[in-house]
C-alpha cells in the first residue's frame, strides 16, 4: 500500500486529506512543517508521495521543495503542492518552472486525491507489477 506524507500546518487541512487518502487505500503520515516533513522523509523510505502546503512557517514550499530533492531525489515527481494562494504568479510561477502540480487548497479536495493518484501511477506504485516489486 503507497505511503502518503501530508504536510500542513493546518491540522483541519491535514484531517480532511487523511480521510479521503485513507478511504482511497493509502497509508498516511503526517507533518506539520517542511522541517518535520524533512525529518520524517530521512526516518522513513517507504513514502511514496508528499502532499504539502506551499505556506508554511519556519520554510515555504519552495525553500522545502528543493531541499526534498537534495535529501530524496526519487521523490522528484511525487510532489503535489497546496496553497489558498494559487492564483498569486510568485507562488504557481516557481513551482510551473519546475513542473510541480500546485492545486487550489479551497477546491474539492477528491483533486489532491486524484493529483497524488497520477504521480503514484507514473511511477507504478498503484496496481501492476511495479507496484508488487516495491
Partial sequence: MPKVLL???ETAVRNALRKIFERAGLEVSEARSGREALDAIAADSDISAVVSDFLMPEINGLDFYDELLRRAPHLRDRVVF???AARD?????SLEQRGVPLIYKLDDLQI???AVRLT?????RLGG?????A
Fill in 7 to 9: 504536510v500542513d500546518d
Fill in 82 to 84: 497546496l496553497t489558498g
Fill in 89 to 93: 504568479p510568485s507562488v504557481h510561477r
Fill in 112 to 114: 489532491v486525491l486524484d
Fill in 120 to 124: 503514484l501511477l507514473r511511477g507504478g
Fill in 129 to 133: 507489477p511495479a507496484a508488487r516489486r
